[in-house]
């Protein structure tokens, strides 16, 4: 099979007004998201919220966006449970529904040593019908460190690639160096918005990007303005996503922010799982109106009724030039190693 390339988009889930999955909402959101080009659908993630779903709810929404995709794009499942056996019964539904690799989150709750980590995926990749990436996210659960990968790259047919959103350049690039020689079609795909640029630079495929939820015009540009070494350009546009993002991520708890700016898109996205304080929801609605005018100036929605003050530039000059001062020494590491 191919690698995976491009950008899956982790998909948020539409509920109705009795906190059930909308599963019209949620066809109509798939459409959406592939009819402006997102190179793959990711159910089941962080932003997908999936520890909030029971294991019957999370494959019911793999079934709805398998049977919506109807073979456009390729999806990669979410498959991460309490333990081996049943991650493997996910595994095995998820083939059958025809998913093109599942992710797996390393085991959460313990913290484990990287020969336990190993040994968790291991099991798994020996009995699974179908590819698995890694998921390090060493902020919610056990680190995935290099080692680790390289032992389960050379092992196990079956992990084609990693999903790390942990957002760490230098990681990135020791998983890229130790990996790609010994498997060419291993592929390795960032769950950090804010760092796509710069990761696309040093190696990646792609990634798995929260934002490309909400504004999915925005990070395919930016994914084929750098492929296509538009560098200028590319860097005015992961300005732009970063104050986004920024504003999704920080500002409300993760994923509301970016539910709510789905919600300006046109989607009745319901309230989340997640019970919220009457500060909480206050809060929330002030954001909406921040995400607004942010969306407003890509033209990408109306401004909010009680207007935007004026436009914030996307980045201060000092962050500008940060942000070209580490592409230029990526570029430069890029060439000196012979790989640029």
């Known amino acids: 099979m191919n690698r995976l390339t491009g950008i ?11 906190g059930q999955v909308n599963e019209s909402e949620l066809r109509r959101y798939v459409d959406w998201l592939i009819e402006r080009g997102v190179h793959g659908l990711y159910p089941n993630g962080s932003t997908g919220e999936f520890t909030r779903f029971t ?6 929404i793999v079934a709805i966006i398998a049977d919506q995709v ?36 390393a085991p959460f709750y313990y913290r484990l040593g990287p020969d336990a980590v190993y040994a968790y995926f291991r099991d798994i990749a020996r009995n699974t019908p179908v590819d698995v990436t890694l998921y390090n996210i060493p902020m919610f659960a ?28 230098p990681h990135m690039i020791r998983m890229i ?20 640029m710069p990761m696309l630079l040093i190696g990646c495929d792609g990634g798995t990007n929260a934002s490309s939820g909400v504004v999915p015009e925005i990070t395919r540009k930016l994914y084929e ?6 560098l200028d350009e590319a860097r005015q546009v992961q300005y732009d996503l970063v104050t986004l993002f920024d504003t999704m991520i920080l500002e409300s708890e993760f994923p509301d922010g970016f539910r709510a700016a789905a919600a300006l898109r046109g989607f009745r996205m319901g309230q989340g799982r997640q019970p919220m304080s009457s500060d909480q929801v206050s809060d ?17 929605t109306d401004e909010p009724e009680v207007g935007c ?32």
């Open 8 to 18: 899956f988009t982790p998909n948020l889930v539409p509920l109705d007004q009795s």
């Open 55 to 60: 294991v019957d709810e999370r494959k019911r």
């Open 70 to 105: 109807n073979g456009r794009v390729p999806i990669l499942a979410g498959a991460a449970e309490a333990n081996v056996r049943e991650t493997v019964a996910a595994c095995e539904y998820y083939h059958e529904l025809g998913v093109r690799a599942v992710a797996i989150v």
């Open 142 to 169: 056990s680190p995935i460190d290099v080692p680790t990968v390289l032992r389960l790259a050379e092992e196990c047919e079956r992990i084609v690639a990693i999903k790390d959103s942990s957002g760490d350049i």
């Open 177 to 196: 160096q130790a990996v790609r020689p010994v498997r060419p079609d291993f592929s390795f795909l960032t769950g950090w918005d804010a760092a796509l």
């Open 225 to 230: 303005l750098t492929l296509a070494g538009k």
């Open 284 to 300: 929330l609605e002030t954001l909406s109106d921040t995400l607004q005018c942010l969306l407003a100036t890509h033209g990408l």
């Open 309 to 340: 003050a004026t436009p914030v530039a996307a980045t201060s000059e000092l962050d500008a030039g940060q942000l070209t001062v580490l592409v230029e020494n990526v570029l430069g590491e890029l060439q000196r190693r012979g790989i640029a």
